[in-house]
Nanobody
């Protein structure tokens, strides 16, 4: 059984940066597409970024691509989300997920395994 554990969340100042990590255990995810979604209170879950198994394809939400960067280290079975120029509207629970195949998808239904999430709060 695949387990995904997110870390790196917390309380941050607007304008700052942080890096979220998502560590996988149970099996290697080097052949899996990975992604980040976020969920703010009162809002629907929102796609943030996705990366293919080889890192050759990366997709971002249009509103976030200038500030966020997704990456992965297959040797460490870990995917990252670098978040720069933080804004209060980035406040949300951030979830990583792994797909059953290697492509980078923006759709939640294509991800079979999800982490428990890490809370990011950005104060103004």
């Amino acid at each position: 059984q695949v387990q995904l554990v997110e870390s790196g969340g917390g309380l941050f100042q607007a304008g700052g940066s942080l890096r979220l990590s998502c560590a996988a255990s149970g099996r290697t995810l080097s052949s899996s597409g990975m992604c980040w979604f976020r969920h703010a209170p009162g809002q629907e879950r929102e796609f943030v970024a996705a990366i293919s198994w080889s890192s050759g394809i990366r997709k971002y939400a249009d509103s976030l691509k200038r500030r966020f960067t997704i990456s992965r280290d297959n040797a460490k079975n870990t995917v990252y989300l670098q978040m720069n120029s933080l804004k209060p509207e980035d406040t949300a629970a951030y979830y990583c997920a792994a797909a059953a195949w290697g492509s980078a998808s923006t759709k939640t239904g294509e991800y079979a395994h999800w982490g428990q999430g890490t809370q990011v709060t950005v104060s103004s």
